[in-house]
């Protein structure tokens, strides 16, 4: 018959031998998972933080997926163009410096940046083989329009006024023209300036 004071002596050998057991089994298991999961967080950062060089062979739709996916919509003028004449970003976006520029210091996780529209420039819309026309040969293709009357009865033609009369100089094709959106009437971009629906000048002011 084991005694109190033996008992105990069993007891606490046993609780010796568990807690062997227990520790020689945690020591025991292997710490893969830890290790790799630490040695996959650099990787994994690295590649989304991956360098982007531009080239003119870069493959914009990677980021820009928006604007590629407007060159197969043919509601939108990328889309006509993309479909019509075969164009490609490179053939309007010529502007290599301000594009090097604008992908400088970019990674592949990062949001691309938005490029200012008169990137595309009008040398570049009236370029030859494109719309090679001259200012009087454009604004005789809309002599008719009468999208832009104002309140007066005022009628203007949008190619006419475009970069010829003091205050337009700096109106470009894609004011109008827009390529990846939705197009906007002539109208709207002459009301950030006639905000009283007039065409005269020196009216509101």
Avoid at 34 to 48: F, G, H, I, L, V
């Amino acid at each position: 018959m084991k005694t109190p004071k033996n008992m105990a002596k069993h007891t606490i050998a046993l609780a010796v031998a568990m807690a062997v057991i227990i520790t020689v089994g945690c020591s025991s298991q292997p710490a893969k998972s830890t290790e790799s999961a630490n040695d996959a967080a650099p990787q994994q950062a690295a590649e989304e933080s991956a360098q982007v060089t531009w080239t003119p062979d870069s493959d914009c739709a990677s980021c820009h997926a928006n604007e590629s996916a407007s060159t197969t919509d043919a509601s939108m003028g990328a889309g006509i163009h993309a479909q019509s004449a075969q164009t490609t970003c490179t053939a309007c976006h010529t502007d290599e410096s301000n594009l090097a520029e604008a992908h400088k210091n970019m990674t592949s996780g990062a949001t691309p940046k938005k490029l200012n529209k008169t990137c595309v420039s009008p040398e570049g819309c009236k370029a030859s083989g494109c719309h090679d026309l001259s200012n009087e040969e454009m604004a005789a293709l809309t002599q008719e329009v009468t999208e832009l009357t104002d309140s007066k009865g005022t009628q203007v033609n949008p190619h006419e006024v475009m970069g010829l009369t003091e205050g337009h100089a700096e109106i470009v094709c894609t004011d109008c023209h827009r390529m990846h959106k939705e197009n906007i009437g002539p109208a709207e971009t002459c009301i950030s300036c006639h905000h009283a629906g007039v065409y005269e000048c020196n009216t509101c002011h």
